[in-house]
Nanobody, 125 residues
Framework: QVQLVESGGGAVQAGGSLRLSCTAS????????MAWFRQAPGMEREGVAT???????NYADSVKGRFTISKDNAIDTLYLQMSGLKPEDTAMYYC???????????????????WGQGTQVTVSS
């Protein structure tokens, strides 16, 4: 298991940028599929981006070309660089992980058994 702590959220205007970070601790020597999910009030949690130890990224259609997921294994940190932010990107953003590679139903939140506490992103028009 890994413990995940997100940071970097905040309030920005539309068109702005933010970089979210997720620092992992615990059993970090295993290979994990790591992901960013988000949840807006009254909405289901949705997958935004995933990456595994081969650094193969996957993106939701709604963020392709605007968001970039990356990881620095040396410091056990996952990032989400967000640019061209829109009001509809407003949500609580969560870091998540499960042991293995990002195959199968990696957009299904129930596949992930490690979650951070979330960081709020608010985009104003």
């Amino acid at each position: 298991q890994v413990q995940l702590v997100e940071s970097g959220g905040g309030a920005v205007q539309a068109g702005g940028s933010l970089r979210l970070s997720c620092t992992a601790s615990g059993d970090t020597k295993r290979s994990y599929c790591m992901a960013w999910f988000r949840q807006a009030p009254g909405m289901e949690r949705e997958g935004v981006a995933t990456i595994d130890n081969d650094r193969n990224p996957n993106y939701a259609d709604s963020v392709k070309g605007r968001f970039t997921i990356s990881k620095d294994n040396a410091i056990d940190t996952l990032y989400l660089q967000m640019s061209g932010l829109k009001p509809e990107d407003t949500a609580m953003y969560y870091c998540a992980a499960f042991w293995g590679y990002c195959t199968g139903d990696y957009w299904n939140a129930r596949e992930y058994n490690n979650w951070g506490q979330g960081t709020q992103v608010t985009v104003s028009s």
